[in-house]
Each structure stands twice: as C-alpha cells, then as structure tokens.
C-alpha cells in the first residue's frame, strides 16, 4: 500500500481524494485507490495463543545481488531470545558491486578485514542448526532468497549444513500474500511493515530488517487467529501452498510479458 500518486475518488465511500492524500493498493489495471477513513487496515490483535508467545528468531542477509545462487552474503545479522544478536560482516572474496552497496551501504573496504565466509557463514549455519535442534520458529522475510543463498554459500564453502527440511520457517512475505492475495499491491518489507504499523529505522541494514520482520510474523499471528494459532510444522505446509499460488500467480503474468518465472515449489528453498 501507498500514497496514490493522482487524484481519485474514494473506492469505498466516493470522496474526492487529493494526490498524496490517501491510499493506492491493487495491481496494474486493478488500482483502487481510498481516502485514509477508508484506507485497507489489519485486523485488531486477539487474545488467542499461538506460536507468536513463544520464543522466534530471525535472520537477515545482506549480499552482493540478487541471485541467490550465484551472489554472496557480506553481512548477517541472527537475532535469537531477547539480549542475544550475532551480527557480522562477511569478506565475500569478490567485489561488491555499486549498486548493491547503494542499498546496503557495505563497500569492499568495510569488508576488507572481515572474515572469509567459509568462517563467517559456518556460525551462522551452526546458529540455523541450533534452531533446528532446538525446534524454535526463524522469521525469514522472502526465505528462498536468503536461505538458498546461504546453502549455495555452505556448497561452495564445503560447510556442514543444518537439516533444511527440519527447519520451521515463518515467511512474513508469503504468510501476508496468504491472507491479502496480493491484493494489496506491492509487499516489501517496508510495506507489510507499515500495514501492521512495525516501525523499520534504517532498512537493508540487516538488524534493522531482522529485527522488523520478527515484529511483523508477530503481529501476523496475533491478528490473524488462523495463522498465529497454526502449529508451525502446519504452518510449513501452508506456506508452501501459499507460496505456491503465488508463483502461478506470478507466472501467468510473467508469462505474458515474458519475465522470469518463479518455481512453484520453491518455498523456502529454492533448487
Ligand atoms: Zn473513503
């Protein structure tokens, strides 16, 4: 969701809305846009239990691009019980390109002296594998990039690897495209994060996403019952249907425009 850019009427109740002055949400074709009265809101929390009241860790990756197998992690940021944060930089041995680090703002030289990653990935694989023994939910935003990432990185690096298909992950990005559908047009981080009214001070700093994705798995379940009240292993299940409908969704579009096409059973991990 965001501000409309062009002035429109109210989808639900006909008010003129000035540009800037309320809500956009939809799709290309599909815009609706809403005055802020009227504007799209999450539910309220409930006093339902779930997996939300237990212990949740979260991982975020910041890297050299996009491709999750071919490009490297230069920093992590592993945030486990409350007053426990691994964060480290990552010297990936390649260069970082410009325009990643315009987005993360981690140049070669703040790598220069960081550990190689076959030091720095094997704690935070050893950290995952902990969770896996420990059966303690990880907060991933968009999990087949970062968590294929760093299994490419554990091939590449020849270092041992948690159990993946043990591991519980709880993907803010596709549980909200399970609830809204993609209705709600464009769902970065940011995005969903101000829906549920998450707060992210310093995006694509890999703390500050982790830390926000974590607030927002939370405020998923504790305002959708049916999400924060599902068993986690169901969970997986769930989401991977999730994702699922939302690769096909993607791909009859990317289809007719002749984009890439998403791998249907590529949730969390992508082959
Ligand atoms: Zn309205």
Sequence with gaps: MRPNRFDGFCDACSVHVAAGGGALTGLPGQWRTWCLACSPQPPERGAHDGWHRLPLASLDLETTGVDPHGDRVVSYALLDEPGFE???????????PAAAAAVHGITDAMVAAAPPPADALAVVLDWVDTLVQRRVGLVVFNACYDLTMLRAEAVRHSLPQPDWDRLLVVDPYVVD??????????????????????????????TVDARAAREVAVELAARHAEVGGTPLEDLMTHQRAWYADRAADWNSYARRVGRELDDPDGWPLTG
Excluded: F, M
């Design 86 to 96: 691994i964060t480290g930089l990552v010297n990936p041995g390649v260069p970082i």
């Design 177 to 206: 495209w399970g609830i809204e559908r993609g209705q709600l047009g464009q769902r970065r981080l940011v995005d969903v994060a101000a829906y549920y009214g998450v707060s992210v001070d310093g995006a694509h700093d890999a």
